[in-house]
């Protein structure tokens, strides 16, 4: 299985790279990066491309794929909603559309959240934007499309996240997460099970589009 995946220098990135890494069903990984991250593996191979709403000059680069892992994401605080709609929906939809055009036959699996809004009509802005793109991705012309919405994950095996505030977060939180888990077990998930869940559904499937956290930690 050839992978493609956005979003590799991320927290939820970095766990699904090293899942795809480990996998023996997967043959490789081309992730899609602004800047190199150094990281070096022989299934993967890193391809630097800056502008993340034109793909015309690596489009060549981007077919033969049989899933794709989009992890692109960014937190809304101090956003407007014009401009999380920019970095969410029109960045995604960009590399959807031209994928869907270029690999047909492909899995997409997109990273989405807990509480995002297929309605696209509630009060909360960053839920009604990912309900939109959630909703834009299912009518797109791919083999499949599903979405991940995992609620809290922890970070294992070193990785981190890029935001500060979630570092924060992580480090208070990491001493009571196993109590967490314990009290709320459908909520919570960790980058490992995220990505194995993700190669699951690549591979095999899944009877719905939409995977909540209890789903994602079923798999």
């Not at 690596?58 to 077919?63: D, F, G, H, N, P």
């Not at 190669?199 to 995977?211: D, E, H, M, N, S």
């Amino acid at each position: 299985m050839k992978i493609l995946l956005f979003g590799a220098s991320g927290m939820v990135g970095q766990g699904v790279l090293r899942e795809c890494l480990l996998d023996p069903d997967v043959q490789s990984v081309l992730s899609i990066v602004r800047s190199p991250t150094g990281q070096q593996h022989p299934k993967l191979r890193e391809l630097v491309h800056a502008d993340f709403f034109d793909y015309s000059a690596i489009e060549r680069e981007l077919t033969g794929c049989d899933a794709c892992f989009f992890s692109l994401g960014i937190t809304s605080a101090g956003m407007t909603e014009q401009q999380y709609y920019h970095v969410t929906y029109d960045l995604t939809m960009e590399a959807a559309q031209t994928l869907a055009r270029l690999n047909p036959g492909m899995t997409f699996i997109y990273v989405s959240g807990a509480g995002t809004d297929s309605s696209e009509s509630g009060r909360t802005m960053w839920a009604r934007v990912k309900g939109k793109t959630e909703n834009a991705l299912l009518h797109l012309p791919f083999k499949v499309a599903y979405m991940f919405r995992p609620g809290v994950i922890q970070p294992l095996h070193g990785i981190t996240s890029k935001t500060k505030l979630y570092r924060i977060f992580y480090t208070v939180a990491k001493p009571i997460f196993p109590l967490l888990k314990a009290v709320f077990p459908r909520q919570i998930t960790t980058t490992e099970q995220l990505g194995r869940a993700m190669l699951q559904v690549a591979k095999r499937g899944y009877p719905t589009p939409i995977l909540e956290s209890r789903d994602i930690n079923t798999l």
